[in-house]
């Protein structure tokens, strides 16, 4: 597998030929505690019995820690080797007990490990950006069974965090505010796309959804890096962890699958000459997790890829997300 630019939209894809077996089968979980087949653990959040979350070196690995990234060109393409980091992040040590069944103090313990783990990788200045995301269910590309989410630290900015990040800059240019922060206080003054409120943070449907049920959690307060936040104010870690566990409950009166993924501002200790956004970044951009839920029934929306087509508006679905039962 290599990476490759798209010379066009100037971001990169991983492509290669898989070999046709696909994925070895899982017959004894690697993540439970004291698998035999646990791969080498990076780091976890200490408990009483032992771990609440941890992080572990992802078993089929997309991007390796060594080796040179031999960048090079290709007449006009651009290609480079996959180096980089790919973890396991393990939510929770009970086998079935998944983010929206977990106590909030659960699942603040694994954010805090999401968090110990993308400062740590941005102490590499070669890495540019720390992804984290979380594939469940059906058609979702989920690999394990144990609840986990995954960590990929790469050589460049994923294209969907690129586009927030010249367009936050741009609307700072213009306006001397944060994109999100305007967007935030005009939904929480309009009220019809807020799912809910919690402490620092909100959960709402976006004004032009990509796929049916798009939730987005962002912090009220301008932070653009999700880990100095986590970090520094733990006691925030709490609101929104139950604010996450809630609104996943509310997803999943819609649909069982889900794409999760963070946005956080990338590594700037990554020296960078041609992307001025560095020098505003703290000013421009705005954490948040977003939430893609996998809707069969509307599964003609995934046909329309050059529009985001989406069959029910984030209006209707807030309302109904809302209104969704929930443990509480
Ligand atoms: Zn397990
Ligand atoms: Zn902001
Ligand atoms: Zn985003």
Redesign the pocket.
Known sequence: MELRKDPITRSWVMTGDEPTDGPPRETVCRFCPDSPDATQVIFAVPSPNGWSARSMVHPRPLYHIEGEPGRRGDGIYDRMSSVGAHEVLVENPVHDRQLWSASDDEIGQFLRLAAERIMDLKRDPRLKYVSLYKDFGPNSGQEFSHPTSQLTATLFVPR??LY?LRAGRDYFVSKERCVFCDILAQEERQAARVIEARGDYVALGPYAPRVPYETWILPRNHEASFERTSLSKPGLRLNLAALLRRTLQRIRTVTDAFHLVL?TSPNSLHPSKSLGYWKTIDDDYHW?F?IMPVVAAKARSYTFKEVYYSPVSSETAVKQLREAKIDG
């Open positions: 969907r965090v927030e946005h948040h977003e």
